[in-house]
């Protein structure tokens, strides 16, 4: 098994940047493909941000694509979302998620284990 725990998240304004970090602990950390999804009040979770477990593959939600950047330190089990020019329509709660499906998974029930979220309120 594995756990996770977001943090990085906050108020900002429309036009600030924010970078958003999930801490790994458990198994290896190299073994997890890992995602960031994120879920709007009254919304289903959607997928933003995903990683391979050796960080050469990502893939992003279009929204996203020329905004957001993921990333990973294998070696101290973290995974990172940078997240830039942020406007309100990013407002969410931001979930990091772990799967030992080999590459990158856009579907959230491809994984396996979920952190708790953290909240990032975008204001206009």
């Known amino acids: 098994q594995v756990q996770l725990a977001e943090s990085g998240g906050g108020l900002v304004q429309a036009g600030d940047s924010l970078t958003l970090t999930c801490a790994a602990s458990g198994r290896p950390f190299k073994d997890y493909s890992m995602g960031w999804f994120r879920q709007a009040p009254g919304e289903e979770r959607t997928f933003v941000a995903g990683?391979?477990?050796?960080?050469?593959?990502?893939r992003y939600a279009d929204s996203v694509a020329d905004r957001f950047a993921i990333s990973r330190d294998n070696a101290n089990k973290t995974v990172f979302l940078r997240m830039n020019i942020l406007k309100p329509e990013d407002t969410a709660v931001y979930s990091c998620?772990?799967?030992?499906?080999?590459?990158?998974?856009?579907?959230?029930?491809?994984?396996?284990?979920w952190g708790q979220g953290t909240q990032v309120t975008v204001s206009s």
């Open positions: 990683i391979s477990q050796n960080g050469i593959t990502t």
């Open positions: 998620a772990a799967t030992s499906r080999l590459g990158v998974w856009t579907s959230a029930p491809s994984y396996d284990y």
